[in-house]
Every structure is written in structure tokens, then in C-alpha cells.
């Protein structure tokens, strides 16, 4: 819950800056699909679905690929500053 809510509002926050739409897009589009699968799991569990796994890695991996996104942000700017 409380990686869901910061997600959400690094997204509002991000999204008023100009210079960091792409980062908020980015942040609030993670946060939408964190939402949508993360109540996958203890549905499929109730459903009887044989893909818990899958469906428990859809929403770290979005976390992951979040993470992974902003470090390429920060090495992007880390280069544009030396320069």
C-alpha cells in the first residue's frame, strides 16, 4: 500500500515539473499497473488459477522495471552533467 501511494504521488509530483513529464508519466503508469495486478494473486488464489507465480511477478516486475528506468535516468543526467 504504502509503495503504491508513493508511486502515485512521485507521479502528481513529477508531472507538475515540465522538465519531468516523462519521469511522471513513466511513474504514474507503473503505479496503474502495480494497482491492477497486484490484486491478481488473491484473486486467482480464490479462483482456483494455476498461475499464482505468474501473477505475483507481474507486479514485481513492474517495480523492478520502474527501478531500472530511473537508473537510467539518473546515469542519463549524471552524463549530461560532465558535459
Not at 43 to 65: H, K
Request: charged share 15%.
Amino acid at each position: 500500500m504504502t509503495t503504491l501511494l508513493s508511486l502515485y504521488l512521485t507521479a502528481f509530483g513529477y508531472l507538475k515539473k515540465e522538465k519531468l513529464k516523462l519521469l511522471g508519466g513513466v511513474s504514474l503508469a507503473a503505479a496503474i499497473l502495480m494497482t491492477v495486478f497486484g490484486p491478481m494473486t488473491p484473486v486467482g488464489m480464490a479462483s482456483g488459477w494455476n498461475i499464482l507465480g505468474v501473477t505475483e511477478r507481474l507486479t514485481i516486475f513492474t517495480l523492478q522495471l520502474f527501478i531500472f528506468f530511473l537508473i537510467i535516468c539518473v546515469h542519463v543526467q549524471a552524463e549530461a552533467d560532465r558535459r
